[in-house]
C-alpha cells in the first residue's frame, strides 16, 4: 500500500490521546444502601467486570476511529510502480496496400483505426505517424476524422526506418516512460528487428491478421515480339495460393478489346500474350478481378507514336554500315561530308557522329560545343591521320581526354563493361568463348571516362559517358575486323536509343526515371503531367531539341497520364505501382525480443490501462470510521 500524503502519517500520534483518557479517567460512585450485604457483594462484582469492558472496548474503537480518519487523510492506494510515473505514446500505424487485406469483413486498416479510436480516451495526448502522415501531441478527437480518412500509400516504412522515426518524436528526458506502439500486419520485407534491449523505449507489436492469404497479382508487362505490322505482349501474373486460373482483360482506354484466362502453373505463374496492331496507339489497362489486394489487380501501359531518332554522320568515309544498323523504321539517318554540311541542322539532332574526320574545323567545333551542352550526344570515330591538335581541342572539354600516340602493334578487344547502360540487357550473361576482334592500328589517348570496351593490356578502345563517345582506333576494314563483329550493332544501336530516351511501356512509381520529349518549348513554357482533374509539374530541363522530365517519388499515384504543352497532348506515359507487397507472407514476431505482441488493440489499451490502474482507497477509511463511530454509540447505549 502506498500513499499519496505519507507526511499526515504523523498524525497517528494523536492515538495516544484515547489510550491517555483512558488510563487517567477518574469516576465517581454513587453510595447506595443495601439490606443485604450478600446482593451488594454480587452487584459490585458484576459492575467492576461491565465497566472494564466497556473501558476496553471503547478505547479500541476509538483507536480505530482515529487511525481511520488519519489513513483516510494521507490517501492510501495500491498500484504497479510504473503507474506513477510520467508516460509518454507513440503510435505507428500501417497504411500500405498490404493492409487492403480482409479481416472480418473490413480491411486490416479500418479495423486497426477502429480500434484505436475505441480503446484510448479521447483526452489522452499523443503522437501518431504513418507511411506518409503525422500528428503531433495530439488527442485522439482531434484527428479521429483524418484517421478515417487515410488511404493507402505506395511506399511502407521498414522497421528499422519506424523505431527511428518513432524514437525522434519521444521527448529527450529520461524520467519519462516511453510506449511504441506499432500496428501493422508485419509484412516479410519489412526487415529484421532493430528493436534494442538498451533502449529505454517499450515496444509493442499489434499483427493485424488476414483471414486468408491468397492474393492474385499483375506483375509486370514485356514486349515478346514484334513484325511490320503488329507487338506482341505478355503478361506475367502470380499466385501465392490455389488459385488454377483467372480472366484476364484488356482495355483500350474504357473499351475491352481482349480478354483471356491466366492458368497458373505448380510455382504460382501464368503468362498471357496478347497481338496489338503497331500502328495504333494504345492506352492499354489489364484487369483481373481477385479477393485479395485491390491495388494490382490493374496494370497500365501505352504505346505511342513512335518519334524517329535523328542521327547526323558527318564524314568522308564510308558509312554503310551505320545506315545499315540505324534503319528508317527508328531512326532519321542523315550522312553528309564536312564541306556540305549545312550548320544550322546540328540543333536539331539527337546523335551525330563523326566518321574519321581528319580534322575538325573550327567552325564545326564550336557547333558541336553547342550542341553538346544542350544535351546531344556525339559519338568520334577518328581518322588514320588523325591531327591531335583539332581533336584534343574539342575532347578537351568531355572528360578531360586527350590523344597521345598512335600504337601500331595490334591488339584484340578483350574486356567488355556488362553493367554500363550500354550493354545492359544486350547480353543473357557475360560472355567468355566470344570471337573477340582484332585493331591494328590504334591510339594511345588519356581519359578520366570509363572505358566500355577495352583492349587486352586494358587500354580503350571506347571510352565514354552522359552521351559523348570516342573510339581510339578507325573502324575501316583494313584496320579492324569490328565491323564484323556482334558488338558492332549493339554498341551503335544503344547509343542511338539512348540519345532520345523514348516512353518505355510503363514505369515503376517510386523509381528515379528520365524521359525525351523532343519539342523546343517557348520561352516562359513547360510541360506537365495531366490525369484527369490531376495535374502534376515534374522536374524538366529545357534544351535546344528536346525537354528532359525526370520523375522521382513525388509522383503517387498509378495510371495513364497525358505530357501536356499548355492543352496541347504531346505524349502518354504510364506508372504502376511496385508489386514487393503482393506476396502475403508475414513475419514471425516471435523472433522480436524485448517486445510485446498482441493481435488486438482493445486487448493491448486493457493490459496498459491496468498497468497503470491506480485504486485508491481513502473512501474505505472513511467509512471505516464511520462504523467505528457507530460501534461506539452503540456501547454507549448497551453499557449505561
Given at each position: 500500500?502506498?500513499?499519496?500524503?505519507?507526511?499526515?502519517?504523523?498524525?497517528?500520534?494523536?492515538?495516544?490521546?484515547?489510550?491517555?483518557?483512558?488510563?487517567?479517567?477518574?469516576?465517581?460512585?454513587?453510595?447506595?444502601?443495601?439490606?443485604?450485604?450478600?446482593?451488594?457483594?454480587?452487584?459490585?462484582?458484576?459492575?467492576?467486570?461491565?465497566?472494564?469492558?466497556?473501558?476496553?472496548?471503547?478505547?479500541?474503537?476509538?483507536?480505530?476511529?482515529?487511525?481511520?480518519?488519519?489513513?483516510?487523510?494521507?490517501?492510501?492506494?495500491?498500484?504497479?510502480?510504473?503507474?506513477?510515473?510520467?508516460?509518454?505514446?507513440?503510435?505507428?500505424?500501417?497504411?500500405?496496400?498490404?493492409?487492403?487485406?480482409?479481416?472480418?469483413?473490413?480491411?486490416?486498416?479500418?479495423?486497426?483505426?477502429?480500434?484505436?479510436?475505441?480503446?484510448?480516451?479521447?483526452?489522452?495526448?499523443?503522437?501518431?505517424?504513418?507511411?506518409?502522415?503525422?500528428?503531433?501531441?495530439?488527442?485522439?478527437?482531434?484527428?479521429?476524422?483524418?484517421?478515417?480518412?487515410?488511404?493507402?500509400?505506395?511506399?511502407?516504412?521498414?522497421?528499422?526506418?519506424?523505431?527511428?522515426?518513432?524514437?525522434?518524436?519521444?521527448?529527450?528526458?529520461?524520467?519519462?516512460?516511453?510506449h511504441l506502439i506499432i500496428i501493422s500486419d508485419f509484412q516479410g520485407n519489412m526487415g529484421s528487428t532493430?528493436?534494442?534491449?538498451?533502449?529505454?523505449?517499450?515496444?509493442?507489436?499489434?499483427?493485424?491478421?488476414?483471414?486468408?492469404?491468397?492474393?492474385?497479382?499483375?506483375?509486370?508487362?514485356?514486349?515478346?515480339?514484334?513484325?511490320?505490322?503488329?507487338?506482341?505482349?505478355?503478361?506475367?501474373?502470380?499466385?501465392?495460393?490455389?488459385?488454377?486460373?483467372?480472366?484476364?482483360?484488356?482495355?483500350?482506354?474504357?473499351?475491352?478489346?481482349?480478354?483471356?484466362?491466366?492458368?497458373?502453373?505448380?510455382?504460382?505463374?501464368?503468362?498471357?500474350?496478347?497481338?496489338?496492331?503497331?500502328?495504333?496507339?494504345?492506352?492499354?489497362?489489364?484487369?483481373?478481378?481477385?479477393?485479395?489486394?485491390?491495388?494490382?489487380?490493374?496494370?497500365?501501359?501505352?504505346?505511342?507514336?513512335?518519334?524517329?531518332?535523328?542521327?547526323?554522320?558527318?564524314?568522308?568515309?564510308?558509312?554503310?554500315?551505320?545506315?545499315?544498323?540505324?534503319?528508317?523504321?527508328?531512326?532519321?539517318?542523315?550522312?553528309?561530308?564536312?564541306?556540305?554540311?549545312?550548320?544550322?541542322?546540328?540543333?536539331?539532332?539527337?546523335?551525330?557522329?563523326?566518321?574519321?574526320?581528319?580534322?575538325?574545323?573550327?567552325?564545326?567545333?564550336?557547333?558541336?560545343?553547342?550542341?553538346?551542352?544542350?544535351?546531344?550526344?556525339?559519338?568520334?570515330?577518328?581518322?588514320?591521320?588523325?591531327?591531335?591538335?583539332?581533336?584534343?581541342?574539342?575532347?578537351?572539354?568531355?572528360?578531360?581526354?586527350?590523344?597521345?600516340?598512335?600504337?601500331?602493334?595490334?591488339?584484340?578487344?578483350?574486356?567488355?563493361?556488362?553493367?554500363?547502360?550500354?550493354?545492359?540487357?544486350?547480353?543473357?550473361?557475360?560472355?567468355?568463348?566470344?570471337?573477340?576482334?582484332?585493331?591494328?592500328?590504334?591510339?594511345?589517348?588519356?581519359?578520366?571516362?570509363?572505358?566500355?570496351?577495352?583492349?587486352?593490356?586494358?587500354?580503350?578502345?571506347?571510352?565514354?559517358?552522359?552521351?559523348?563517345?570516342?573510339?581510339?582506333?578507325?573502324?575501316?576494314?583494313?584496320?579492324?575486323?569490328?565491323?564484323?563483329?556482334?558488338?558492332?550493332?549493339?554498341?551503335?544501336?544503344?547509343?542511338?536509343?539512348?540519345?532520345?530516351?523514348?516512353?518505355?511501356?510503363?514505369?515503376?512509381?517510386?523509381?528515379?526515371?528520365?524521359?525525351?520529349?523532343?519539342?523546343?518549348?517557348?520561352?516562359?513554357?513547360?510541360?506537365?503531367?495531366?490525369?484527369?482533374?490531376?495535374?502534376?509539374?515534374?522536374?524538366?530541363?529545357?534544351?535546344?531539341?528536346?525537354?528532359?522530365?525526370?520523375?522521382?517519388?513525388?509522383?503517387?499515384?498509378?495510371?495513364?497520364?497525358?505530357?501536356?504543352?499548355?492543352?496541347?497532348?504531346?505524349?502518354?506515359?504510364?506508372?504502376?505501382y511496385g508489386r514487393k507487397e503482393s506476396k502475403l507472407d508475414y513475419l514471425n514476431l516471435e523472433q522480436?525480443?524485448?517486445?510485446?505482441?498482441?493481435?488486438?488493440?482493445?486487448?493491448?489499451?486493457?493490459?496498459?490501462?491496468?498497468?497503470?490502474?491506480?485504486?485508491?482507497?481513502?473512501?474505505?477509511?472513511?467509512?471505516?470510521?464511520?462504523?467505528?463511530?457507530?460501534?461506539?454509540?452503540?456501547?454507549?447505549?448497551?453499557?449505561?
Amino acid at each position: 500500500m502506498q500513499f499519496k500524503y505519507p507526511e499526515l502519517l504523523w498524525a497517528l500520534l494523536l492515538l495516544l490521546i484515547p489510550i491517555l483518557v483512558h488510563l487517567f479517567q477518574l469516576r465517581r460512585f454513587k453510595r447506595t444502601p443495601f439490606t443485604n450485604v450478600k446482593f451488594l457483594k454480587k452487584a459490585v462484582s458484576q459492575s467492576r467486570r461491565s465497566n472494564t469492558l466497556k473501558k476496553w472496548l471503547l478505547l479500541l474503537t476509538r483507536m480505530a476511529l482515529v487511525a481511520a480518519l488519519v489513513l483516510a487523510f494521507a490517501q492510501p492506494f495500491f498500484a504497479e510502480r510504473s503507474a506513477l510515473k510520467q508516460k509518454e505514446l507513440v503510435i505507428y500505424i500501417d497504411d500500405s496496400f498490404s493492409m487492403q487485406a480482409k479481416a472480418d469483413g473490413n480491411t486490416l486498416l479500418d479495423n486497426a483505426i477502429q480500434g484505436l479510436i475505441r480503446s484510448p480516451s479521447n483526452d489522452d495526448t499523443f503522437s501518431l505517424f504513418t507511411n506518409e502522415w503525422v500528428f503531433e501531441d495530439v488527442a485522439l478527437a482531434d484527428i479521429q476524422n483524418d484517421l478515417l480518412g487515410l488511404g493507402y500509400v505506395p511506399n511502407p516504412l521498414n522497421l528499422n526506418e519506424i523505431a527511428l522515426k518513432g524514437k525522434s518524436y519521444f521527448e529527450p528526458a529520461n524520467d519519462i516512460e516511453k510506449h511504441l506502439i506499432i500496428i501493422s500486419d508485419f509484412q516479410g520485407n519489412m526487415g529484421s528487428t532493430p528493436f534494442d534491449a538498451t533502449d529505454q523505449i517499450k515496444y509493442h507489436l499489434v499483427q493485424q491478421i488476414p483471414d486468408q492469404k491468397e492474393n492474385v497479382s499483375i506483375d509486370s508487362l514485356y514486349i515478346s515480339d514484334e513484325t511490320s505490322e503488329n507487338i506482341e505482349i505478355s503478361t506475367v501474373l502470380s499466385s501465392n495460393g490455389k488459385t488454377e486460373s483467372t480472366p484476364v482483360s484488356l482495355f483500350n482506354a474504357e473499351k475491352l478489346i481482349a480478354k483471356t484466362a491466366a492458368i497458373f502453373d505448380a510455382d504460382g505463374k501464368a503468362v498471357v500474350k496478347f497481338t496489338l496492331p503497331l500502328s495504333e496507339p494504345i492506352d492499354g489497362r489489364l484487369e483481373i478481378l481477385d479477393d485479395g489486394l485491390v491495388y494490382d489487380n490493374q496494370f497500365y501501359f501505352n504505346l505511342n507514336k513512335r518519334e524517329k531518332i535523328k542521327i547526323l554522320v558527318i564524314g568522308d568515309a564510308k558509312s554503310d554500315f551505320l545506315e545499315r544498323i540505324f534503319t528508317e523504321d527508328e531512326f532519321e539517318y542523315v550522312s553528309t561530308a564536312p564541306k556540305n554540311l549545312n550548320y544550322a541542322s546540328i540543333p536539331s539532332q539527337n546523335i551525330i557522329v563523326l566518321n574519321e574526320l581528319v580534322n575538325i574545323p573550327n567552325p564545326m567545333m564550336a557547333g558541336l560545343k553547342s550542341f553538346t551542352e544542350n544535351g546531344g550526344n556525339l559519338v568520334v570515330i577518328p581518322s588514320q591521320e588523325t591531327d591531335f591538335a583539332s581533336y584534343n581541342l574539342l575532347l578537351a572539354n568531355y572528360f578531360g581526354t586527350v590523344f597521345q600516340e598512335k600504337v601500331s602493334s595490334g591488339q584484340m578487344i578483350t574486356d567488355i563493361a556488362f553493367s554500363h547502360p550500354l550493354y545492359q540487357n544486350v547480353f543473357e550473361r557475360k560472355v567468355v568463348n566470344f570471337q573477340f576482334p582484332k585493331v591494328g592500328e590504334y591510339f594511345r589517348i588519356k581519359t578520366n571516362a570509363p572505358t566500355l570496351l577495352a583492349f587486352q593490356d586494358k587500354t580503350p578502345f571506347l571510352a565514354g559517358v552522359d552521351g559523348i563517345f570516342l573510339f581510339t582506333a578507325p573502324l575501316d576494314e583494313d584496320n579492324t575486323n569490328f565491323k564484323n563483329s556482334p558488338l558492332i550493332v549493339p554498341t551503335f544501336y544503344k547509343m542511338g536509343l539512348n540519345s532520345l530516351k523514348m516512353p518505355q511501356l510503363y514505369t515503376l512509381l517510386g523509381r528515379a526515371e528520365k524521359l525525351d520529349i523532343p519539342v523546343k518549348l517557348a520561352k516562359d513554357h513547360i510541360l506537365k503531367l495531366k490525369k484527369g482533374a490531376y495535374e502534376f509539374i515534374p522536374q524538366q530541363q529545357s534544351l535546344a531539341n528536346k525537354v528532359t522530365l525526370t520523375f522521382d517519388e513525388s509522383l503517387d499515384e498509378d495510371g495513364i497520364y497525358g505530357i501536356m504543352e499548355n492543352d496541347s497532348l504531346l505524349k502518354k506515359v504510364s506508372f504502376n505501382y511496385g508489386r514487393k507487397e503482393s506476396k502475403l507472407d508475414y513475419l514471425n514476431l516471435e523472433q522480436f525480443k524485448n517486445t510485446t505482441k498482441d493481435i488486438s488493440i482493445d486487448a493491448l489499451f486493457e493490459t496498459m490501462e491496468k498497468d497503470s490502474r491506480v485504486n485508491e482507497l481513502w473512501k474505505w477509511f472513511i467509512i471505516l470510521a464511520l462504523l467505528f463511530l457507530l460501534v461506539e454509540m452503540i456501547l454507549q447505549k448497551i453499557f449505561k
